[in-house]
């Protein structure tokens, strides 16, 4: 993820790389960008894929999306994003998206949609409070960062597009061990257009941010400690209703499994009004050295 130093920026840098080039055929290209790792956050190939695949089937809305991570690739090359129509029905539409740079798939994707379809309604209830508030993201980030030995300031750090405020502190080097659970607020900096393929892709966007983040927790470290290597493998997201991402959305999530070097996350996200908006897991790489 790209940090900036204003934070209208960095959300505006978002907006701006979620704009694909419409090659014809069904191809799409779009700007990488280098995160903070040095490689492409895998958060934006996954959200412009659903962005290259709503562009194919505008009238209806993504239910869910399961993403493969292939290869790195280059923060310094674009993106190709080639769209396969496989199904188009009367309830449910289907796309595969596959992402390449340099002739090498990075990603690939398949992407459903459905119709707006009534029926019978249920849900696992959110506890706890629902009112915003915990230790700002980049905050977590620096506190990490500062325990790793590096001279660096807040106001040198940046913003990240998304406002995430993370309950109980953010664990990504050193800390105490704690359960396997992890509550977190998100929203976008600035109001956005009532688009809602948009609000869905950058809530996707967000959502590979801390997802693995839980299953670190009871060995009382995180993924910036020395030595370890992450990545993510998959990653797979439903969406249950209308989510707007310019109001705050509550992430609840759990890691159940750290094993074979290899990261399981959870996380349910719910809006204001504790209605179940999205659920999403992801598989991680986990290298964590003895």
Do not use: C
Not at 29 to 38: F, H, R
Not at 126 to 152: H, M, N
Not at 158 to 167: F, K, Q, S, T
Not at 260 to 275: E, H, N, P, Q
Request: glycine content about 10%; overall charge negative.
């Amino acid at each position: 993820m790209m940090m900036k130093k204003r934070p209208e920026d960095a959300l505006r840098d978002l907006l701006e790389h979620l704009v694909l080039e419409d090659r014809g055929d069904d191809r799409f290209v779009g700007e990488s960008q280098t995160a903070a790792n040095g490689r492409i956050f895998g958060g934006l190939v996954f959200a412009q894929a659903m962005r290259a695949a709503q562009a194919t089937a505008p009238e209806r809305e993504v239910h869910s999306v399961h993403g493969s991570f292939l290869r790195a690739g280059d923060p310094k090359q674009p993106i190709e994003y080639a769209v396969v129509r496989l199904r188009d029905g009367r309830s449910f539409t289907t796309r595969r998206v596959t992402a390449s740079q340099g002739g090498q798939i990075i990603f690939e994707s398949t992407v459903s949609f459905h119709v707006e379809e009534p029926g019978i309604e249920r849900q696992v209830d959110v506890t706890g409070s629902l009112e915003p508030s915990g230790e700002a993201y980049e905050d977590g980030l620096v506190r990490a960062a500062r325990a790793r030995g590096f001279q660096i300031t807040r106001e040198s750090f940046g913003h990240a597009p998304i406002e995430i405020l993370v309950e109980g502190g953010l664990t990504m080097a050193e800390g105490e061990p704690r359960p396997p659970e992890l509550r977190s607020w998100l929203r976008s900096r600035e109001p956005l257009p009532d688009d809602r393929g948009l609000h869905a892709a950058i809530l996707a966007y967000a959502s590979d941010l801390m997802i693995v983040l839980p299953g670190f927790h009871p060995l009382g470290f995180g993924v910036m400690r020395e030595g370890v290597q992450t990545a993510s493998l998959d990653h797979a997201m439903w969406f249950h209703e209308p989510v707007r991402i310019d109001d705050w959305v509550l992430a609840v999530g759990d890691g159940p499994v750290l094993k074979r070097s290899r990261v399981l996350g959870r996380m349910l996200f719910y809006d204001r009004r504790g209605r179940l908006v999205a659920s999403a897991v992801q598989e991680g790489l986990a290298r964590i050295p003895d």
